[in-house]
């Protein structure tokens, strides 16, 4: 069996992650028992959650054990079976975690799922055929509730999930305005995703001047909001929300670092009668199969082009994951393992 290395927690960050938070392991790889395979993992999936885990802190999902390989999604290949169900060469994704392979009891529910790659490259299934793309789906489709000629707007446009979000809100009929940061992502997410049009916050240095941005970029208004980020940036888009507008809250970045996130104009929700919701897109698994189908299609057809930022090797992954807290990655961030 082959060497196998892994990526610990090795200590919990204060304040800000670091580097020194992991540790490189090397283990042997255990012989397989019957009903177990071993994958070899081709990429792993870095995401923003994986942040919040690493606190020992009251959340919606357990805290990252310490010690033990850092938990997280993975597409890659079948090597050795000892199940009926998966032969060599299968192409999967789990949730193998930050390592090079993983052994996986295949009747464990929700362990392990065979996928065609085909018209998909394997490694969309981490990112917009996969959990983040679900989570745009969700947002949108269950929260939001879309109607053709709305106008939606997304932050972290040409990430994982925003980017997904665009297309899918496109397939809607609806306007999709990006905000994001730089003028390359911003060109992107016009030429490349199809966005109706993108603002780099990081052109405006106050809630004023970027609410003024909106204004010319969504002359009705904004309907439906989706928020990855928090802060000035959906500051700015609350000023511009229309009377019963939808906010999906997805995620808040900048302040998963511990730093508070005020909110600065609240009494807009009630002025506006806006509906505002979290989710937690793992908490709805019966949407899975409906969304995975639409982003596939999506994907297969060229509607939803996403972009990956990829690193090269394990040892990169502490690197790439605390470049993904800070928006240095363009895309869905990805790490190659072979
Ligand atoms: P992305 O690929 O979008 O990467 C994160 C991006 O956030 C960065 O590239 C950066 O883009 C942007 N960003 C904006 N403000 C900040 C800031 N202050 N600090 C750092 N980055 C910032 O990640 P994902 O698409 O994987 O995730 C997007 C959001 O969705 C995250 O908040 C994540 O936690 C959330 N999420 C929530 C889920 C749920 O179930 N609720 C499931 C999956 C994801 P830019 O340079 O454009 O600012």
Avoid at 26 to 33: F, G
Avoid at 229 to 239: C, K, L, N, W, Y
Avoid at 259 to 268: D, G, R, S, T, Y
């Amino acid at each position: 069996m082959p060497q196998n290395k892994q990526i610990h927690l090795d200590n919990r960050p204060q304040g800000e992650a670091t580097a020194s938070n992991f540790k490189l392991v090397t283990v042997e790889t255990p012989a397989l028992q019957d009903g177990q395979v071993l994958v070899k993992h081709h990429f792993m999936s870095l995401d923003p959650y994986m942040r919040g885990r690493m606190n020992d802190a009251k959340s919606y999902a357990a805290p990252q054990p310490l010690g033990q390989v850092m938990g997280g999604g993975t597409a890659g290949e079948i090597v050795e079976s000892k199940s009926d169900k998966y032969k060599p060469g299968d192409k999967v994704v789990g949730m193998g975690g930050w390592q090079e392979y993983s052994v996986v009891n295949v009747e464990q529910p929700g362990a392990l799922r065979k996928v065609d790659t085909t018209h998909v490259p394997l490694s969309h299934y981490l990112g917009a055929v996969g959990m983040p793309g679900v989570t745009a789906w969700y947002g949108l489709v269950k929260i939001i509730e879309p109607k053709a000629g709305e106008t939606m707007v997304v932050s972290a446009a040409t990430g994982a999930v925003g980017s997904a979000f665009g297309a899918l809100a496109k397939a809607r009929g609806c306007r999709t305005v990006g905000i994001a940061g730089g003028a390359q992502k911003c060109k992107y997410a016009v030429e490349e995703l199809g966005f109706d049009a993108c603002i780099d916050y990081k052109q405006h240095k106050d809630v004023g001047s970027l609410s003024k941005a909106l204004k010319e970029a969504c002359p009705d208004g904004i309907d439906g909001y989706f928020e990855n980020v928090g802060g000035a940036v959906m500051d700015a888009v609350m000023t511009r929300m229309n009377a019963f507008g939808r906010i999906a809250l997805c995620g808040m970045i900048a302040g998963y670092d511990g730093k508070p996130v005020p909110m600065a104009f609240p009494q807009l929700l009630l002025t506006n009668r806006l509906k505002l919701q979290g989710f937690i897109v793992s908490e709805h698994m019966e949407v899975w199969p409906e969304a995975l189908k639409e982003l596939g299609t999506l994907v297969g057809t060229g509607k939803l082009r996403p972009r990956e930022s990829v690193a090269q090797g394990i040892e990169a992954a502490p690197e790439a994951f605390l470049g993904l807290l800070k928006g240095r990655n363009f895309g869905k961030q990805l790490v190659k393992l072979v």
